[in-house]
């Protein structure tokens, strides 16, 4: 096994260990998890410096491992939950070595909210088709995905590019430019 896959499937252990610690500490505060979508940030930071496959993984695990081990999200809300992980986790890997350009940051930004996009329309549309049939509209899909979690998408933006940039200056996965 090579060392960067290696390094790669540690980065993703520890994404789905934050998955699920993260969570914890701001569940101390009421609503706090759909404020500032704590399980949100170590899922896109894996897809972004491991690539898809390790970020759909995290998506995954972390959601799971967490209702398991905590109760958090609840069964009600983790088979959505889990969906929008996994699209983050995949599309920021997948955007993150398919964007084709120089600059590093645009990349990382770029990847970030195409997945945050992406996640929030899966999760909406599992939620009006599958998980909650008659109970949810598009004022729901708006105040819950993207009003709601206001405080967590800013905390996403500002300091997800600065963590995953100070990670891969550290060596702790390659840095591919214009890949």
């Not at 894996?46 to 993984?57: I, M, R």
């Not at 060596?171 to 214009?178: A, N, P, Y």
Request: with cysteine.
């Amino acid at each position: 096994m090579k060392e960067n896959q290696i390094k790669k499937m540690v980065m993703a252990a520890m994404c789905v260990a934050l998955g699920i610690i993260l969570p914890m500490a701001f569940h101390t505060i009421q609503n706090a998890g759909s404020i500032f979508l704590p399980m949100h940030i170590p899922v896109l930071i894996c897809g972004l410096l491991c690539g898809w496959q390790y970020g759909l993984l995290c998506g995954i695990l972390a959601p799971v491992l967490s209702s398991l081990l905590t109760g958090m999200p609840p069964a009600a809300i983790l088979p959505a939950m889990l969906s929008e992980l996994a699209v983050y986790g995949s599309i920021t890997g997948v955007c993150m070595y398919g964007i084709q350009t120089e600059k590093q940051i645009v990349k990382i930004y770029s990847s970030l909210i195409a997945a945050m996009i992406a996640g929030r329309i899966v999760s909406g549309i599992l939620k009006a088709l599958i998980f909650n049939v008659g109970e949810y509209s598009f004022q729901i899909f708006i105040t819950s995905s993207f009003l709601t979690g206001i405080p967590g998408i800013l905390i996403q933006l500002i300091f997800i590019p600065v963590l995953v940039i100070a990670l891969q200056k550290a060596g702790i996965t390659e840095r591919k430019e214009g890949v």
